[in-house]
């Protein structure tokens, strides 16, 4: 077994948790302030747990902090192990009778990008004495958790079919090109999908997204491009960071870049016209007052973003 691995292994909670803190806020001040530690004690833990993962996880200058590709994928890891951690912490005291008031949360990794951080302190402020619990799920396990009540609301993709769930659409939200940096496309003035025929692209591709991606899929084939000499992922993350590794280009949902990624820029198609939805939803057997609360504050913090160009 690589010592990269066994080194991830002993990687510590405070560690996990100090590098999940920094990926959400990018920037050490703010991230240890939320954390209540110094700034060089973040940077400690951080380095600790680069040293035992084996491999940097962020790039830091003197501007800015951002994610390498291989901390976008342990970000993703780590922040489902940690929402299963406090979910059993949080079932031993309601078994013990601390339980509080809770609104339990499904959300895809996306919003963790653009409206929950925004999203979360609007409710909270107003609602100081309802627990929030947020898991990080893909929009179709989101969707089976609130069927088996496990969820009591949820931020996601809306299903095709919605079945017992009821379901508000957001925001609609378009799609830009990710490239590295330095890709000479970067550089023009305008871009269009006719400039994206002749280069390497990476499909993103997800079942449970048919529709929004097969616009996207057939504006592509329209433009001259081949899609079956084409690579496809079905993750946006992993979709950023090979497009970092190879070289080539993506086409992802506009959220992607609200995050900060080291040498990738984000770039809007001026031709590319497909949409995809973010909703919300719940049973619609559930008339909870602190459902609608909530539904009301996603509203109201999507209606404060401004879109990314």
């Not at 691995?5 to 560690?15: H, P």
């Not at 992993?238 to 080291?262: C, E």
Request: net charge neutral; with cysteine; charged share 25%.
């Amino acid at each position: 077994m690589s010592a990269g691995v066994m080194g991830a292994r002993t990687a510590d909670l405070r560690q996990l948790r100090a590098f999940s803190i920094l990926a959400q806020e990018l920037h050490f001040g703010r991230a240890a302030t939320r954390l209540a530690i110094t700034q060089p004690a973040l940077s400690q833990l951080v380095r600790e747990l680069e040293a035992r993962v084996g491999v940097p996880l962020l790039e830091r200058t003197t501007r800015r902090v951002s994610l390498t590709p291989a901390g976008i994928g342990f970000l993703a890891d780590i922040d489902d192990i940690l929402h299963r951690l406090q979910s059993a912490v949080d079932r031993a005291r309601d078994s013990h009778g601390l339980s509080t008031e809770r609104l339990r949360v499904g959300a895809g990794l996306f919003t963790t990008f653009s409206m929950l951080p925004g999203l979360l302190k609007r409710f909270r402020q107003r609602y100081p004495q309802v627990k929030v619990e947020v898991e990080i799920l893909g929009s179709a396990e989101i969707v089976r958790a609130i069927e088996r009540g496990d969820l009591d609301i949820g931020l996601l993709r809306p299903p095709a079919e919605p079945g017992r769930l009821h379901v508000e659409t957001l925001v609609e939200e378009g799609f830009l090109a990710v490239m590295p940096d330095d890709h000479p496309l970067g550089r023009r003035r305008r871009l269009l999908l006719a400039d994206l025929a002749a280069q390497e692209v990476l499909r993103l591709s997800r079942p449970d997204l048919r529709d929004a991606f097969n616009a996207v899929d057939r504006q592509l084939e329209d433009a001259g491009l081949t899609l079956d000499q084409c690579t496809t992922t079905h993750s946006t993350l992993n979709a950023l960071a090979l497009v970092s590794a190879t070289g080539g280009i993506s086409i992802v949902p506009a959220w992607a870049s609200a995050g900060q990624w080291g040498g990738l820029t984000f770039r809007k198609v001026e031709d590319l016209t497909a949409t995809i939805d973010l909703a919300i939803a719940w049973s619609a057997d559930r008339r909870d007052a602190m459902i609608f609360n909530f539904a009301e504050a996603a509203a109201r913090s999507i209606a404060s973003i401004q879109p990314p160009r």
